[in-house]
């Protein structure tokens, strides 16, 4: 730009010369004036002026590289600002250069070539979350070990000094304000920074001895919330990472192929039912996941010892119950029409907590023992027992999470499932339970579980 200007400027003086030369003199005979010289210099362009005549994609790529280096701490957008600026001005004071707030093609290579080094480090990359399509930067060398489950991802270091979780869940009318309150109150925490926008928001602290940085969003009811945990020793080397992970994180990015299954609730409610008379309980795997605590109404805390992930059951013990009546499951019912015995949500019941029947019936899916149930039972059915019309066992009815979206082709998943009898039977006596005995009154044996989650 300041060349362009310096050839506009010598242009227009080289035409101003050229006009002066070919005026005829007014006067004949009279001696010419001499004409006095001006010397035209073009303003120096402030370092904002120049960051601004670059295109959005350089300016994107010069505020990273400048973060990753631990010069920028500010959010990587692309606009010009001072910080951005003195960044520039402190990276160039830190090579021994003049701080002029604008890099020469020398400075600039030098600054891309460290930013990338950083970056190799610590094995940065842009991943897009399974089971929820969330799009983020990971530093893979950093944190290596990951886990997943329907409640979001977490990645850890070996031995647990820097720590990214991804979480997700439900709230009723969400508004940023009303979920930053929330994450304030997490124990530990004591904040000391906060942004709170109409569309996301930030807090940064310490929570016990790590410091955190916590970035979330929410679309709908579904409320993703990125947070970072490092040990104060670590930060040097985190710091930089935080900066491009906030500015990476893109909780709901267009046209994602999710395939994973929507989050679970705070609390949530199923059925149980009792298999023997010393507190013995199979029920939903997925609703007793995640738990701070598991409850089965009316008699206390249950413990979940025992799962089986390929058909989603679960074991659950209760300690010093009394006057449990446990279901008879030793025949084999047939798997056309049923009876569903469960307990529904307290939503479907004004509140109450009765037992009640539903009629479904099974119909074989492919490549598996597992059916489909049509219809589908309300909400806090899953785990429900189902007879078939002579009142013997069929098996333990599931509701499935709905897939929040998928492959374009994928066949879409049954809602509801019924696990035969013979798969719970084998399940209950790998782990330890007599099948044997019980009575026929499902609504006796049923009980209602709940699962309380953070």
């Known amino acids: 730009m300041r060349s362009m200007l310096s050839a506009t400027l010598m242009v227009l003086a080289m035409g101003t010369s050229a006009q002066a030369q070919m005026t005829t003199p007014s006067t004949a005979g009279a001696r010419p004036k001499p004409v006095a010289t001006v010397t035209i210099r073009p303003a120096l362009q402030k370092p904002e002026e120049t960051a601004n005549a670059m295109a959005q994609a350089e300016r994107l790529a010069l505020q990273s590289d400048l973060a990753w280096v631990g010069q920028y701490n500010g959010a990587i ?3 010009v600002s001072e910080r951005m600026v003195a960044a520039i001005k402190e990276f ?4 021994g250069g003049k701080p002029t707030g604008v890099l020469n093609p020398q400075e600039r290579g030098v600054l891309a070539d460290t930013a990338k080094r950083r970056q190799e480090n610590v094995g940065w990359k842009i991943v897009t979350d399974p089971g929820t399509g969330v799009r983020l930067g990971i530093p893979s060398k950093l944190v290596p070990q990951q886990a ?4 979001g991802t977490k990645w850890t270091s070996p031995t647990g000094t820097v720590q990214i979780q991804l979480t997700r869940r439900k709230e009723t009318s969400p508004t940023t304000a009303k979920l930053a309150e929330q994450e304030k109150k997490e124990p530990g925490r004591n904040i000391d920074y906060t942004v709170v926008k109409p569309d996301f928001f930030v807090l940064s602290g310490l929570q016990g001895l790590k410091k955190f940085y916590l970035r979330g969003t929410f679309k709908g009811d579904e409320v993703r919330i990125l947070t970072i945990l490092y040990d104060q020793a670590t930060e040097n080397t985190v710091e930089p990472v935080v900066i491009a992970m906030s500015s990476a994180f893109n909780a709901f990015p267009a046209g994602a192929q999710v395939a994973g299954p929507a989050p679970r609730k705070t609390v949530e409610y199923g059925t149980g039912v009792v298999v023997s008379d010393d507190g013995a309980i199979v029920a939903d795997r997925q609703i007793t996941d995640g ?11 249950a413990d979940r010892i025992a799962e089986d992930k390929d058909h989603d059951l679960a074991l659950l013990r209760l300690y010093g119950a009394r006057g449990l009546k446990p279901l008879d499951i030793a025949g084999s019912g047939a798997r056309t029409a049923l009876d569903l015995t469960g307990i529904a949500d307290p939503q479907s019941q004004g509140g109450a907590a009765a037992a009640s029947s539903v009629k479904a019936s099974a119909a074989q899916t492919g490549g598996g023992n597992d059916n489909a149930l049509t219809p589908a039972p309300a909400l806090g059915f899953s785990g429900a027992a189902a007879l078939d019309s002579a009142g013997k066992f069929a098996g333990i009815a599931l509701l499935k999470p709905m897939v929040v979206a998928g492959p374009p082709n994928a066949a879409p998943a049954a809602q509801a499932t019924l696990v035969p009898a013979d798969t719970v039977r084998d399940f209950l006596r790998a782990n330890g339970v007599n099948v044997s005995g019980g009575s026929s009154d499902a609504k006796a044996a049923v009980v209602r579980v709940i699962c309380v989650r953070k």
Do not use: T
Not at 291 to 301: H, K, M, Q, R, S
């Open 291 to 301: 738990c701070l605590a598991i409850a089965v109404a009316g008699y206390g805390n």
């Open 148 to 151: 997943s489950d329907a409640n």
């Open 77 to 79: 957008s692309g606009e």
């Open 92 to 95: 160039q004071k830190g090579r």
